[in-house]
């Protein structure tokens, strides 16, 4: 079965860095792009990053333009959100996410917290 892991997720003060991980299993993973969200208590979940299937091509959602980066690993079936200058705004639970066959996967995600 589809299985997406996320783990790095911490407390980290503002201006600082931290690298999320998704591990993935259950699909070919080469074949789909790949995608970060994140959500706050009582608001939707917001689209972060996406990565095309071969990492050619990627987008990023307004609030971390310029400030984080995605990436993937198609051996080792991971992807990878690198967060720079980090933000109080930008504390939330980090999901990773497929799309397969026009059904949503999640993981269970990842908190990152960003306060002094």
């Known amino acids: 079965q589809v299985q997406l892991v996320e783990s790095g997720g911490g407390l980290v003060q503002p201006g600082g860095s931290l690298r999320l991980s998704c591990a993935a299993s259950?699909?070919?993973?080469?074949?789909?792009?790949m995608k970060w969200y994140r959500q706050v208590p009582g608001k939707e979940r917001e689209l972060v990053a996406i990565?095309?299937?071969?990492?050619?091509?990627?987008n990023y959602g307004d609030a971390v333009k310029d400030r984080f980066t995605i990436s993937r690993d198609n051996a080792r079936n991971t992807v990878t959100l690198q967060m720079n200058s980090l933000k109080p705004e930008d504390t939330a639970e980090y999901y990773c996410?497929?799309?397969?066959?026009?059904?949503?996967?999640w993981g269970k995600g990842t908190l990152v917290t960003v306060s002094s």
């Open positions: 996410n497929v799309r397969l066959g026009g059904m949503d996967y």
């Open positions: 259950g699909f070919t993973f080469r074949n789909y792009p």
């Open positions: 990565i095309s299937e071969t990492g050619g091509w990627t």
